[in-house]
């Protein structure tokens, strides 16, 4: 893919998400400068790119004229003269706070820094920060290019001007945002995680299997997916991460993750990313 014609959106993490947040900028005619720590993992991520956006135009979810460039790097210096950088690395409270720090330490000042962490309260992620009121969290949803909706978190320090800019942004790429404040979980994640640790406690006990969890959830509740499926798409690892963050956070024992969600990351079966989580997958595309 060709370099950036004008200024980037800096994409720092080129997993699930970040792949996906390229997808949906690209796809709005958004260079992006796609940031990870290894080669290997970039490599992955253009596979995934090319193949989501794609998807992304089969189903109408981006214009299919319009496309911008991709640019792939180890070093996150390339970040420097982005119009904003959308932090979407491991859910590591120490890894996204290092991460953002050395961001805002290159970008110019009024450059809004981004995190897309699931649930670690961004007022904490922005200690390192060198101007916290240019941090702010939107928590985009899997798959990013598909879903329009996001959850937008407005730290006690986030500025109007911060706000101001991330809209216009989101609106430049179809995206709707709703503000809430800083939590831990803050909405979607505090609602969804709890009651994907409680599916998968059903499967473990014994009560149904995964399938016929979700197909409850979907035919008797209105679920897109149902709850498995959805951990399974998420990344299991992921809602590992999360639903500790959330644990440790509230300091209440319902959000620890269940056994079978640890016994199945310790197998190495990480959901769609891997093959195989809650169900099995064919293809895996990495
Ligand atoms: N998976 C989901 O459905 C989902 C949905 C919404 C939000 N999130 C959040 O998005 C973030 C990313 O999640 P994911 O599912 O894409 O995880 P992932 O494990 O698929 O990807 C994380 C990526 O970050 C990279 N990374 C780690 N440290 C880095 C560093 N210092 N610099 C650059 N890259 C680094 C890793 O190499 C990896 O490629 C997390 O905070 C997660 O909670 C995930």
Known sequence: MSEAAEPALGVVGAGVM???????????????????????RLAGARRRVEAQLRHARLMGAAPAEVAAGLTTTVELAAVAGATAVVEAVTEDAEIKAKVLGEASSLVAAGTPLVSNTSGIPIGELGRLVARPDELVGIH????AYLITMVEVIRSARTSDATMTAITELLARMGRR?????????????????????????LVAAGVAGAESVDDLMRGCLGHATGPLRTA??????????????LAERTGEERFQP?????????????????????????????
């Open 177 to 201: 945002g709703i503000v809430v404040r800083d939590a831990p979980g803050f909405v979607t994640s505090r609602l969804l995680h709890p009651m994907i640790n409680e599916a998968a406690r």
């Open 140 to 143: 985009f949803m899997n798959p």
């Open 18 to 40: 970040g792949t996906a947040i390229a997808v949906l900028a690209i796809g709005h005619g958004i260079p992006v400068v796609l940031v990870d720590v290894s080669e290997d």
């Open 232 to 245: 399974d798409m998420i990344g299991l690892d992921n809602l590992v991460d999360a639903l500790s963050t």
């Open 258 to 286: 269940c056994e079978l969600l640890r016994e199945k990351v310790a197998a190495g079966h990480l959901g769609l990313k891997s093959g195989k989580g809650f169900y099995e997958y064919e293809k895996v595309l990495t």
